[in-house]
């Protein structure tokens, strides 16, 4: 299931990019979803591969930070799904997990993620690689 946060995009300075997060652990896509828009992205969370699928196709985010350890498909199957349709060749995806050794994050790079981030995620970090994805279109 996928929701969007109420407050999401009603800060000073919001920077009006959408940023999908895909986390079968709640608690971390809430708490991060929180942190990024304490910086100005509208946020929605999804919280299984087949969720995160439908997510991105309805709300066309810039960025996808997506788990690879999900249950049933993986993050390496739902960024290649994602890839394969027209709105996600345009996505920033963003492997945000627990493995982050060269293989895994060789793997990552194969399977269509632009970056690759190993939990617990820095926020600092996490902001600055926003910042150097440079400004964001509209979708």
Same mark, same amino acid.
């Given at each position: 299931? %996928?929701?969007? =946060?109420? #407050? %999401? ?14 986390? @079968?652990?709640?608690? %971390? ?15 929605? #969370?999804?919280?299984?591969? =087949?969720?995160?699928? @439908?997510?991105?196709?309805?709300? +066309?985010? +810039?960025?996808?930070?997506? @788990? ?15 890839? =394969?349709?027209?709105?996600?060749? +345009?996505? #920033?995806?963003?492997?945000? #997990? ?23 995620? @820095? ?7 926003? %910042?150097?994805?440079?400004?964001? =279109?509209?979708?």
């Amino acid at each position: 299931m %996928a929701q969007q =946060s109420p #407050t %999401a995009g009603n800060h000073p300075g919001t920077t009006g990019r959408r940023i999908l997060i895909v986390d @079968d652990n709640r608690d %971390a896509a809430i708490s991060l979803g929180m942190l990024l828009e304490l910086s100005g992205y509208e946020i929605e #969370t999804a919280y299984d591969g =087949s969720a995160s699928i @439908d997510a991105a196709a309805r709300y +066309q985010p +810039q960025v996808i930070l997506l @788990d690879i350890g999900l249950p049933g498909l993986d993050g390496y199957e739902v960024a290649r799904r994602m890839r =394969s349709e027209p709105w996600g060749k +345009q996505a #920033t995806l963003v492997a945000v #997990t627990g493995w982050g050794q060269a293989e895994d994050r060789e793997r990552s790079k194969a399977a269509g993620f632009d970056a690759h981030l190993v939990k617990p995620v @820095d926020h600092d970090a996490l902001v600055k690689l926003l %910042a150097e994805l440079g400004p964001f =279109s509209s979708v």
